[in-house]
């Protein structure tokens, strides 16, 4: 089963940018949907963006909040998937954490393998 990696997290400030990675160092990651999911403190994890299983291409999915300002991609070669995080916010502070499994689930419940997560912390 594949393991995950994640790197990448840090402090910005509003409106700056931040680079998340989800490295796959068992199994291959292009077999399987990954999906990012952040929780804020006292919040619930919650998805954030995803993208499908590498079948011709792969189709991204993102919660509104974040639509227009993060991008979700694949590099197959290094076995990684990405997280860009522009015009960022301070709601978008929490533990980001990315998650493979058959599908994109919005219950992080469902997917088959998670990695430790990374913190992102925007200031105002």
């Known amino acids: 089963q594949v393991q995950l990696v994640e790197s990448g997290g840090g402090s910005v400030q509003a409106g700056g940018s931040l680079s998340l990675s989800c490295f796959g160092s068992r199994g291959t990651l292009s077999a399987y949907a990954v999906a990012w999911f952040r929780q804020g403190p006292g919040t619930e994890r919650e998805f954030v963006a995803g993208?499908?299983?590498?079948?011709?291409?792969?189709?991204?999915r993102y919660v509104d909040s974040v639509k227009g300002r993060f991008t979700v991609s694949r590099d197959n070669a290094k076995n990684t998937v990405y997280l860009r995080m522009n015009s960022v916010m301070p709601e978008d502070t929490g533990v980001y954490y990315c998650a493979a499994g058959a599908d994109l689930y919005s219950d992080y419940n469902d997917y088959l393998a998670w990695g430790q997560g990374t913190q992102v912390t925007v200031s105002s």
């Open positions: 993208i499908t299983r590498m079948f011709g291409n792969s189709d991204t």
